[in-house]
């Protein structure tokens, strides 16, 4: 009994260790989750300044396309008219501007191709942030499960141990009360338990021809179907009390045998999890 007291202490030790577990899974858990959505938002928001970066470099680069080709036509009518000074004035002074509105725009596309750059890196950290976070949340999940997979089978082993301990103490408390009326003589006449000598055993009962201890555990007795009187004149005539037919005890040891194999089935089911652990 020691020590299975000793080995209970130990596993409500690790059932109330494995609460702790489950708890800390939890807040990690919590934890976890808190950060994945904050990773989340910075994602989201860097996937928006990202779109707006590559749409001003397409705008960019369409400006730039239409001043080239503005350019060309200029160069075109520059050519054309060589020969005529004004016009090639107005010409001269056309090209240069689409030269400098070209460089302009070419400073702009430049811009906006480093800002595509810095929002391509944010994004892309965004991103490995996100999925760390995540993966930090799926492992807290598989934490939390885990805890609690271990906390049921402590749970129910610690049933199975309870339920095994109850079974040895009920019929270790039967064991002695038969052990007693058989040390005694106890037998049932008229309704009660009684001695060798046929006087009343005090906190012992009969009810419905099954006969009780004073803490309530059934006994197998021999029944006498005769009076207290009728049953002292017949021990008079007997040498020994020994005599008397055994069936009670042995009605009493089947019953205990049957408890052991219950016993050895419980035991047999707790050291199968044992083994499946």
């Known amino acids: 009994m020691k020590a299975y007291q000793a080995d209970l202490a130990t596993k409500q030790a690790n059932v109330e260790s494995a609460k702790t577990a489950l708890a800390d899974a939890q807040a990690k858990l919590n934890d976890a989750k808190t950060i994945t959505a904050q990773k989340q938002a910075v994602l989201a928001d860097a996937q928006v300044k990202l779109n707006a970066a590559k749409n001003a470099?397409?705008?960019?680069?369409?400006?730039?396309?239409?001043?080239?080709?503005?350019?060309d036509t200029l160069n075109a009518h520059l050519i054309a008219l060589q020969n005529a000074p004004q016009a090639l004035a107005d010409a001269q002074k056309a090209l240069a501007d689409a030269q400098a509105q070209l460089a302009a725009d070419t400073t702009a596309l430049n811009d906006a191709?480093?800002?595509?750059?810095d929002a391509q890196t944010a994004y892309d950290q965004a991103k490995s942030d996100y999925d760390q976070a995540k993966a930090a949340q799926d492992q807290a999940d598989a934490d939390l499960k885990t805890a609690k997979d271990e906390q049921t089978a402590l749970l129910q082993k610690e049933a199975l141990a309870k339920q095994v301990a109850e079974q040895q103490a009920q019929l270790a408390a039967q064991a002695k009360a038969q052990a007693q009326a058989r040390a005694n003589g106890y037998q049932i006449a008229n309704g009660q338990v009684v001695d060798a000598n046929g006087n009343p055993v005090a906190g012992w009962?009969?009810?419905n021809g099954q006969a009780f201890d004073?803490?309530?555990?059934a006994v197998s007795l021999e029944t006498m179907p005769m009076t207290r009187e009728a049953y002292k004149a017949q021990q008079k005539g007997q040498t020994s009390a020994k005599t008397l037919p055994q069936t009670g005890d042995n009605a009493g040891e089947a019953?205990?045998?049957?408890?052991?194999?219950?016993i050895?089935?419980?035991?047999g089911a707790l050291g199968l999890r044992k083994r499946e652990d």
């Open 57 to 71: 470099v397409a705008k960019a680069q369409a400006q730039l396309k239409a001043d080239q080709a503005q350019l």
């Open 264 to 267: 050895a089935a419980v035991a």
């Open 113 to 117: 191709q480093a800002k595509l750059t």
């Open 255 to 262: 019953a205990a045998l049957a408890g052991l194999g219950l």
């Open 214 to 217: 004073p803490e309530g555990h």
């Open 205 to 207: 009962t009969v009810k």
